[in-house]
Structure formats: structure tokens, C-alpha cells
């Protein structure tokens, strides 16, 4: 088991490995597939995945934030 500060450390970089890649992926995907739709849909699409990536950050920081094994 890690200690506490060693799965911060870890964990920090590997959220911002999350979120950078998960946008990049979501932008690629939109402007790929949504350029030529209507306005409407290009809402929906980038509010749901401007909402996507919580459970993976979630995960992500609950991991981070468990307490070490005394």
C-alpha cells in the first residue's frame, strides 16, 4: 500500500494525464463528427461530455484521498 503523500503525488499526475487526453479526445470527436450538424445537437454533445470525465476524476480522487492503514 502507498502512503498518503506517494498516491497524491501519483494521483495528480495521473488526473491531469485524464483530463488532458479526455479533451483532446472529446474536441477531436466533435469537431470531426458535429461540424455540419445543428447547432442544438452541438450543445448536447459538448454538456454531456463537459460532464463525462466526473466519475473518472471521481474515481480518480477518491483514490487519492484514502487514509493509510495504521
Given at each position: 500500500m502507498?502512503?498518503?503523500?506517494?498516491?497524491?503525488?501519483?494521483?495528480?499526475?495521473?488526473?491531469?494525464a485524464f483530463l488532458?487526453?479526455?479533451?483532446?479526445?472529446?474536441?477531436?470527436?466533435?469537431a470531426r463528427?458535429?461540424?455540419s450538424v445543428h447547432?442544438?445537437?452541438?450543445?448536447?454533445?459538448y454538456a454531456i461530455a463537459g460532464l463525462a470525465w466526473l466519475p473518472g476524476a471521481m474515481a480518480i480522487i477518491s483514490w487519492m484521498a484514502k487514509a493509510d492503514k495504521q
Open positions: 502507498l502512503p498518503a503523500r506517494t498516491r497524491k503525488l501519483i494521483g495528480t499526475f495521473v488526473f491531469l488532458i487526453i479526455y479533451s483532446l479526445i472529446a474536441m477531436a470527436l466533435g463528427y458535429l461540424a447547432g442544438i445537437w452541438q450543445f448536447l454533445f
